[in-house]
C-alpha cells in the first residue's frame, strides 16, 4: 500500500517562500512519476508539477513555471515542492500524488491512484 505524507505548508506572505515535503513509503519510490495537485475553495484539484521518476524530467503548470520548483531525493523516498514569489492566488491544500502505473500523462490528475492528506498553503497579500 502507497502511502504518502505531506508537511510544510503554513502562512506566509506575499512574495515569500514555502517548501512542501512529500514522504512515500509502500513501493519502489524511483520507478515513478510523482506529482503535485491543488485544490482553492470552491475550485477543482488542479495540476501544479510533476517529475519523472528518476527526476531528470519535470513538468509544470503554466502559472507556476518559473516560481516553484519540484525536485525528489530518491534516496529519501522524499519529493519537494520549493515555493518561491508566491502570490495570494497560489493559497490551496497542496496534495502530493504518485500513479499505479509507470507510464503516465503527468499533468493528468486521472492519471495519479495515490493522494496524500494535503497540506494548506495560505498567503496574505
Known amino acids: 500500500q502507497v502511502q504518502l505524507v505531506e508537511s510544510g505548508g503554513g502562512l506566509v506572505q506575499a512574495g515569500g517562500s514555502l517548501r512542501l515535503s512529500c514522504a512515500a513509503s509502500?513501493?519502489?519510490?524511483?520507478?515513478?512519476?510523482m506529482g503535485w495537485f491543488r485544490q482553492a475553495p470552491g475550485k477543482e484539484r488542479e495540476f501544479v508539477a510533476a517529475?519523472?521518476?528518476?527526476?531528470?524530467?519535470?513538468y509544470y503548470a503554466d502559472s507556476v513555471k518559473g516560481r516553484f520548483t519540484i525536485s525528489r531525493d530518491n534516496a529519501k523516498n522524499t519529493v519537494y515542492l520549493q515555493m518561491n514569489s508566491l502570490k495570494p492566488e497560489d493559497t490551496a491544500v497542496y496534495y502530493c500524488?504518485?500513479?499505479?502505473?509507470?507510464?503516465?500523462?503527468?499533468?493528468?490528475?486521472?492519471?495519479?491512484?495515490?493522494w496524500g492528506q494535503g497540506t494548506q498553503v495560505t498567503v496574505s497579500s
Open positions: 517529475v519523472t521518476g528518476s527526476g531528470s524530467s519535470t
Open positions: 500524488a504518485a500513479p499505479h502505473l509507470q507510464f503516465i500523462l503527468p499533468r493528468l490528475r486521472e492519471a495519479y491512484d495515490y
Open positions: 509502500g513501493r519502489t519510490f524511483s520507478s515513478y512519476y
